[in-house]
């Protein structure tokens, strides 16, 4: 279950969003930005974004996080109506502490999907409920999903959101992501 707790008015360099701060069960903070000039559509727009410190803050070149993120947001710019729900899940749901631990293995030879089972895990830990919920809170339930992870489609579903279209989100690899991307396409089958 999530609790709205906080909303405000944002704007970005990507436009004016409406933020909206929600807290769930296990004490996870989750934000929604909105932008809709007419209440909820159907198939919304939607970028559905792990919270990846080290991507999205840090600027770390070792994930594709924050040239997703910033896809999200330019695609959502163009629109009259979208959504993005950033969720409290660092690391694949292993959390920040873990997933330094994992770029160490990563820097031993070990690939993300290797690495993340040595530690004890399995391969993507995150869950999309919480982003379901988010999303009938605001009385969506058919949406274009911006990603290229078919789990989250999956788990989606399983929730009980129809996705109407999958919408990749395309970015360039350099050396310190190939191998990662690589094997999030050959190991996770995103579409890369």
């Given at each position: 279950m999530?609790?709205?707790v906080a909303?405000?008015?944002?704007?970005?360099?990507?436009?004016k969003?409406?933020?909206?701060?929600?807290?769930?069960?296990?004490g996870?903070?989750?934000?929604?930005?909105?932008?809709?000039a007419?209440?909820?559509?159907?198939?919304v727009p939607v970028?559905?974004?792990?919270?990846?410190l080290?991507?999205?803050?840090?600027?770390?070149?070792?994930?594709?996080c924050?040239d997703?993120?910033?896809?999200?947001?330019?695609?959502?710019?163009?629109r009259?109506?979208?959504?993005?729900?950033?969720?409290?899940?660092?690391?694949?749901?292993?959390?920040?502490?873990?997933?330094?631990?994992?770029y160490?293995?990563?820097?031993?030879?070990?690939?993300t999907?290797?690495a993340n089972?040595?530690?004890?895990?399995g391969?993507?830990?995150?869950?999309?409920s919480?982003?379901?919920?988010?999303?009938?809170?605001?009385?969506v339930?058919?949406?274009?999903?911006?990603?290229?992870?078919?789990?989250?489609v999956?788990?989606?579903?399983r929730h009980?959101?129809?996705i109407?279209?999958?919408i990749?989100?395309?970015?360039?690899?350099?050396?310190?992501?190939?191998?990662?991307?690589?094997?999030?396409k050959?190991?996770?089958?995103?579409?890369?």
């Open positions: 999530i609790k709205k909303e405000a008015f944002f704007p970005t360099r990507y436009g969003f409406t933020i909206h701060a929600f807290v769930d069960g296990q996870g903070e989750h934000i929604a930005l909105t932008r809709c007419h209440g909820p559509h159907r198939a970028r559905v974004h792990s919270r990846c080290t991507g999205d803050t840090l600027t770390s070149m070792r994930c594709d924050r997703q993120l910033v896809a999200a947001l330019r695609y959502l710019e163009r009259k109506c979208g959504m993005l729900i950033y969720l409290d899940q660092e690391g694949r749901g292993i959390g920040l502490a873990n997933k330094i631990k994992a160490a293995l990563q820097d031993q030879g070990m690939d999907v290797e089972v040595h530690l004890g895990f391969e993507d830990m995150r869950d999309y919480v982003a379901a919920d988010i999303l009938k809170y605001f009385g339930k058919e949406i274009s999903l911006l990603t290229n992870n078919p789990k989250k999956a788990d989606l579903e009980g959101i129809k109407t279209k999958r990749p989100l395309i970015t360039k690899s350099n050396r310190y992501n190939r191998k990662y991307l690589e094997t999030k050959e190991k996770m089958n995103h579409a890369l």
